[in-house]
């Protein structure tokens, strides 16, 4: 670091920062904890929420989607599987497609767990008004694609379909 450069914490908007970043790592571990009882972890509730909407998604194409790596999905699809939640089966047109769907256990869970999320969204963003609200997802989603367009300085790739 150069003396030309200030600080992190010289910057007036680190202070913005810094909140974004806590309330998302507010909002995990709120969540994390809201679901030990149904015995899920957020990422888990990533898989069977993604599932649950877009039914029979590949495994690629849900790993997209979570902007995750298929070896990461390879290791968190086979605990949802064995718990009977999810299913993986081939594609008839193309086998070497895996396409993933919910048994009815994975779906009355999956609901359960998206009503909790919901409460969640519902009571963190009960703190703005609408506009507030749309203001904050609006700035949200323009720093999103600031950082994954290759707009920024040291852009390395990334995946703009969320």
């Known amino acids: 670091m150069n003396k030309k450069q200030a600080l992190p914490w ?22 994390s904890r809201m679901l030990q009882p149904l015995e899920l972890k957020p990422p888990h509730l990533d898989i069977l929420a993604n599932v649950y909407r877009h039914a029979e998604i590949s495994q690629q194409d849900l790993a997209r989607r979570l902007l995750v790596g298929r070896s990461n999905l390879s290791m968190l699809l086979p605990q949802l599987e064995k718990r009977g939640l999810v299913i993986r089966q081939t594609d ?33 963003m009960s ?24 707009a920024g300085p040291n852009h390395n790739g990334g995946d703009d379909d969320t």
């Open 10 to 31: 010289d910057n007036p908007r680190f202070r913005n920062w810094i909140a974004v970043g806590r309330a998302c790592q507010v909002m995990q571990l709120t969540l």
């Open 92 to 124: 008839p047109n193309d086998r070497r497609v895996l396409r993933l769907s919910l048994t009815q256990e994975g779906r009355d869970l999956t609901e359960k767990a998206l009503w909790i999320q919901s409460d969640l969204i519902e009571r963190s």
């Open 127 to 150: 703190v703005s008004s609408p506009e507030e609200c749309d203001l904050v997802g609006d700035v949200m989603m323009r720093m999103i694609a600031e950082l994954t367009t290759g």
